[in-house]
Every structure is written in structure tokens, then in C-alpha cells.
């Protein structure tokens, strides 16, 4: 039954048409809680952003080397290979200039080298270049001297000599 005001008595569907809306306090604690998702949200998508780029950035490092090994590996002499050399990769994204150069040092092994290659990235509107370094370990008869070689030899044969004398001893 609808039935008005009587007698200064409110009656239900006065009350639930006063009651339309939300309070200010309602919305406020909604656009609160709105505003912190979208903070998550929009926080989570950058990172995902930064995590895509670094790894953008490391394969570019690790496709530069791969390039620079090889040209460490063509070089067949040792001078040139110390020297290194430099090659621009280009791709959609822009081009980089990479500049290698190897650091040889000889082992005990004959014809074994420990190499540690160093690779520079430029890349256009970075201003600071980019480094990398590996160190490999290399058998490379071509940039052994012949003296090097033959002490190395000869070194390793006395050692050999010894052993088995040790050996015989015992």
C-alpha cells in the first residue's frame, strides 16, 4: 500500500527514495581502492617493460660477441688478433659499432692460449658505450711462436721424465 505522509509519520517509500545515491565517504573509499589497483597495475607493467628491454639488451651483448668470437677465431695471426678490429651490425631498431680486441696469454700447454676478449657497443643515442669481456681458452697452433713451442715442449718432457723416474724409484 502506498501511502503519503499522515500526521507527521514518514512512511518506508519516503525513506528508500531519500536513499538514491552513494555517500561521498562511498565513493571516496572506491576511488581509493580504484587508484591503488591502478597503481599495481600500471607499477607491474613497467616492470614487465624494464625485464623485456634487459633482455633486448643482453641477447644484443651476446649476438655481439657471438660476431666478435668469430673474427677472433678467423684472425689466424696473433699480432692482428691482439689488435682486434671493429664491424657495425645494423638492424631495424639501429645500428651499433662494435670494436673488439683480444688479450693472448700462453699457457703451459703448447699451442693452448687463455684469451680474454673485450667487446665496446655503440650504439646512437647512448652515451655511454656498452663493455663486455670472455675469457676463453683456445688451441691455436698458428699462434704459437716456434721457440715458445719448443721450451713448452721441452718443459713438459722433463716434467714427464721426472714423473716416470719418481715412479720407477717408489
Known amino acids: 500500500m502506498d501511502r503519503h505522509t499522515h500526521a507527521g509519520i514518514d512512511h518506508p517509500r519516503r525513506a ?9 565517504l562511498e565513493v571516496l573509499a572506491a576511488l581509493m581502492i580504484f587508484a591503488g589497483a591502478a597503481v599495481a597495475l600500471t607499477t607491474s607493467y613497467i616492470n614487465v617493460l624494464n625485464a623485456y628491454a634487459h633482455v633486448r639488451t643482453g641477447l ?6 657471438k660476431l666478435a ?3 677472433l677465431f678467423s684472425q ?27 688479450d693472448l696469454q700462453y699457457t703451459d700447454v703448447a699451442d693452448l692460449f687463455d684469451v ?10 647512448e652515451q ?3 663493455t663486455a669481456t670472455e675469457t676463453l681458452r683456445l688451441l691455436r697452433p698458428t699462434w704459437s711462436d716456434a721457440a715458445q713451442r719448443t721450451q713448452i715442449q721441452q718443459a713438459a718432457r722433463q716434467k ?6 719418481s715412479k720407477q724409484s717408489q
Open 16 to 24: 528508500l527514495t531519500m536513499r538514491r545515491g552513494f555517500t561521498i
Open 60 to 65: 644484443q651483448v651476446d649476438e655481439d660477441m
Open 69 to 71: 668470437r668469430a673474427a
Open 76 to 102: 689466424p695471426d696473433p699480432a692482428l688478433a691482439t689488435q682486434g678490429d671493429e664491424f657495425d651490425v645494423a638492424e631495424a631498431s639501429g645500428s651499433r659499432h662494435v670494436v673488439w680486441s683480444a
Open 116 to 125: 680474454t676478449l673485450t667487446t665496446t657497443v655503440t650504439r646512437p643515442g
Open 128 to 130: 655511454q658505450p656498452t
Open 160 to 165: 714427464i721424465t721426472e714423473l716416470i723416474a
